[in-house]
């Protein structure tokens, strides 16, 4: 069984390095840091299932062997408003562990970036109490039409995200109480924090036990 799981990992290990490291119009978010004067400090997560080579289960063996990316392109931030503005990458992104609870080891993708105040279109309006959270990110953009996210179904909604500017959002921010009433992070105030795509949803807080 272990001789099974070690040559799926492989097998998968040079898909990803032939097929591309992110699905398609990937998103994630983007976190605000610190700002300067003339520059804001970030730090990207996206879902762990925007890897395009993550269909195989537990996350810990994805690991063992790729623990970092490579990517080479543009990182695309953007608002409810459209695009606000973009930084050319060609550093390493690590799989980085982000959460421990009953759901087990989980990692996601996580990244630092700067950008320059300049080079945005407007500035950015950070969320305190989902953990700062200013934006979203598009990774291995293409052209294809992205899925429109119905934000009006959900609970609490906090930050909505229009790429293309089409007047339908593509994606959203959406939180709720931890029944457990224990979240990582800061603020203090144990809200769970979702990021929904289309129709599906993905956790962005370490919560329960």
Known sequence: ?????????????????????????????????NETIDQYSLTISLP??????ESYQ??????????????????ILFDNKGELGRIDY???????FWCENDG??????????TIDKNKLLRKFSEVTDIENICCFVLLNQRNSQLEETKSSTLPSVKLKGDFDRDGKYDCAIWTYKDAADNCDGNPDNN?????????ESYKIRCCGP
């Open 1 to 33: 069984m272990r001789r099974q799981l070690f040559l799926t990992v492989i097998f998968s290990f040079f898909c990803f390095i032939a097929f591309g490291q992110f699905k398609p119009n990937s998103i994630g978010v983007c976190y605000l840091q």
């Open 191 to 199: 809200l769970m924090i979702m990021l929904q795509v289309g129709k």
């Open 104 to 113: 087990g080891i989980q990692y996601r993708p996580t990244f630092k970036a």
């Open 90 to 96: 060609k550093e390493k992104i690590l799989v980085a």
């Open 58 to 75: 537990p996350q810990s063996a994805f690991k063992e062997v790729i623990d970092s990316i490579t990517y080479n392109g543009q990182i």
């Open 48 to 53: 762990f299932e925007t890897l395009s080579s």
